[in-house]
């Protein structure tokens, strides 16, 4: 039999259905809808409209009824599209460096950085990874997040990488958000692989893609493209293998020097994430891409550097999704809202254009198209904010805390 649930009355009803997926949206092209219900069937959306109308058609159901007996707002489940929440150990020690001065390149140069995180998660068993993983996820859902992307990257061995992918892959068993896993085995070149760039790539290409594939452990591989870590040249190769096999293909591009965001548009990713060094040239090259720009503002809080040019790219006509990046060295915080309004009043983006970067936008960096919109047939994933106007959302930056976060049609956090 179908299960049904319903919600409502919802004061304001933010949908994101109906705008670009590319480019500026003006303030006023938000659609807001009020009084409304949600009936959900099965997880899914089955019908959104006037609260008094759709109660009763709720109750002839059967539906599990929560009736709001204060205002609130519903936006589409939160996505966050880019993070490393899974791992081991802390870069607290990283970041006092930091702030007394040395760079993020010193410190990792002189021992710390991403080698630091991955010794530690080396040293981590499975079942550690898991509970690390949960812990962090249930954080993003109590801030409305209902869909995570996880990376892997501190293994940086065969078998490493896939302890960290099969430990995503339980997480998502166990946590109530979606994680959607990705490898980033190509993060730097491990410190004790005893050969090149060139070789470590072709090795995961030939080694350990396979193997993510016959596991079914993800569909995705990211690079870090960057002075350091791997060049343009040396990756290309590898995306190339990746996508033959099947892969999608994300960038972690134009952090500090540019380069990567070329590379996202030559290998035809569907993100180039970071891009806070991305200058004009880079910004009007991704524009007329297809390729989604994520901003990542929680690195840019975490290391003290510029912000992504968010309303460049959205002039220049770009997507613009915006997430996490959540990670022990440059992002700790964690906190997608909080990071998204920051971007907003900084980088001065229209309150849709914020929340298409965390919601629509977002699915679309993830080539996912079932969630990110309220509307019939979406998945019914949403968070609803204890407030009667959808602006003191974002003008709250954070601290406005959701009332409840629902996925798939259950209150997962209330
Ligand atoms: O997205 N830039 C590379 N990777 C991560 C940082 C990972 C780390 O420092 O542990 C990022 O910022
Ligand atoms: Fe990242």
């Known amino acids: 039999m179908a ?60 539906a599990e009824v929560t009736i709001f007996d204060t205002p609130v707002v519903a936006l589409p489940g939160l996505i966050d599209c880019h993070t490393h929440i899974c791992f081991s150990g802390s870069r607290a020690r990283d970041y006092a460096l930091r702030n007394a001065g040395s760079t993020y390149l ?4 002189a021992g ?72 980033l085995a190509a993060h730097m070149l491990p410190r004790d692989y005893p050969g090149s760039s060139r070789e470590y790539l072709e090795m995961l290409g030939n080694e350990l893609l396979p193997r993510i594939t016959k596991e079914g452990l993800s569909k995705r ?9 791997f060049s343009p040249a040396d990756i290309l190769p590898y995306f190339e293998k990746a996508r033959d096999l099947g892969f999608e293909i994300t960038v972690h591009a134009d952090q500090f020097t540019t380069g990567g965001s070329q590379v996202a548009i030559d290998c035809g990713a569907l993100s ?47 997507g613009l999704a915006i997430a996490s990046d959540h990670n022990p060295g440059s992002a700790p915080m964690g906190q997608l809202l909080t990071q998204a309004a920051i971007l907003g009043a900084k980088e001065k983006l229209t309150t849709p254009e914020v929340i298409a970067g965390i919601t629509c936008r977002a699915a679309a960096a993830l080539n996912i198209s079932d969630r990110g ?42």
């Open 3 to 62: 299960a049904y649930s319903y919600f409502g009355p919802i004061t304001e009803l933010v949908s994101m259905d109906a705008l670009p997926l590319k480019g500026a949206i003006p303030e006023d092209h938000l659609r807001i809808l009020k009084q409304q219900g949600i009936l959900t069937r099965d997880g899914m959306i089955q019908e959104i409209g006037g609260h008094e109308k759709l109660l009763p058609l709720a109750k002839e159901n059967g």
């Open 106 to 109: 010193e410190i990792a140069k």
């Open 112 to 183: 710390g950085g991403i080698w630091d995180t991955v010794t530690r998660t080396r040293l981590a068993s499975e079942q550690e990874l898991i509970e690390g993983i949960a812990a962090r996820a249930g954080k993003h859902i109590t801030q409305g997040v209902t869909t995570i992307e996880v990376k892997s990257g501190y293994g940086l061995t065969v078998e490493e990488e896939l302890k960290m992918l099969r430990a995503i892959r339980k997480a998502d068993h166990l946590v109530s958000a979606d994680l959607i896993s990705t490898c």
């Open 221 to 229: 591989v990211d690079a870090f493209v960057e002075e350091g870590a």
């Open 272 to 318: 180039a994430d970071h891009l806070e060094a991305s200058t004009p040239k880079e910004v009007s090259a991704l524009a007329q891409s297809d390729v989604i720009a994520v901003a990542l503002p929680g690195a840019s809080l975490g290391l003290g550097c510029d912000f992504t040019p968010a309303r460049a790219l959205l002039d220049a006509g770009a």
């Open 373 to 414: 919109i309220l509307r019939k047939g979406m998945l019914a994933d949403l968070v609803l904010f204890p407030t009667h106007d959808h602006r003191e959302i974002l003008y709250h930056q954070g601290s406005l805390q959701p009332a409840y976060t629902v996925k798939k049609g259950k209150i997962i956090h209330s």
